[in-house]
């Protein structure tokens, strides 16, 4: 699910090959308009949450045809969000070795970062807004069908820790502070064949901005040429 201070969201796969990868901003109009298509928001977090698969496969889990899927595809990968992978088998299928009957994708794991707010075009900010309007709907959605699910999942029913809160921060203070938060995720990070048994993909989701400026109090006599009237004393 995701940076400057500037641009507190970076997407990070669950997956990847690299402890520590270079963040890569994403910049071009193009690329954030091909990520920000709802379709692609939603198979991008399929293949993120539930690992390689094929355009069947997501036309059945998200309800849409074969041809959208693939076609959504090749735009991904164009853009280099997915990229082709080995063959998977999928549950009460056989398996496919390679003979280009299917093709499966995978999520490109990354640090993709987006440009500051003050570095956005008028229409970079639309699209940036859609882009977090749906990525945002998403992951409160999950959230919920969690809460609906949590009798059936066990002792993973009470695993979903929350903070919110308040700290006094200057700006580098909020860059370097979100920084350490990437690491930290970065720290617990590991190819699929260290993943010990019972682990789950555990969606995160960090958000921090400025609170609003505390307006200052009016003199009276602005209260009264605002309103227009005066108050008799009570």
Not at 71 to 88: C, D, S
Request: charged share 25%; proline share 11%.
């Amino acid at each position: 699910m995701a940076p400057e201070p500037r641009t507190p969201r970076a997407e990070t796969p669950t997956e990847q090959t690299s402890p520590t990868p270079a963040p890569v901003e994403l910049s071009d109009l193009a690329t954030l308009k091909a990520l920000a298509q709802p379709r692609r928001q939603r198979m991008l977090q399929h293949l993120t949450l539930h690992g390689p698969a094929t355009s069947a496969t997501l036309a059945r889990a998200l309800g849409l045809n074969t041809g959208s899927t693939s076609y959504h595809l090749r735009e991904l990968a164009r853009y280099g969000f997915v990229e082709e992978t080995e063959a998977e088998t999928e549950p009460g299928r056989p398996p496919d070795h390679g003979h280009g009957r299917e093709r499966w994708w995978r999520a490109v794991p990354g640090d993709r970062r987006f440009p500051p707010r003050s570095r956005q075009s008028s229409e970079m900010r639309h699209v940036m807004d859609e882009l977090n309007h749906h990525a945002y709907a998403a992951d409160l959605e999950l959230f919920e069908q969690f809460q609906r699910d949590a009798a059936e999942t066990g002792p993973w029913a009470d695993a979903f820790p929350y903070s919110r809160g308040t700290i006094r921060l200057t700006l580098p203070e909020l860059g370097a502070f979100f920084e350490e938060y990437i690491a930290l995720l970065n720290r617990y990070k590991r190819p699929e064949a260290e993943t010990p048994a019972g682990a789950r993909t555990v969606l995160t989701r960090f958000l921090a901005f400025p609170a609003p400026l505390a307006e200052p109090e009016s003199e009276p006599e602005a209260d009264l040429a605002c309103n227009g009237k005066e108050t008799e004393p009570s």
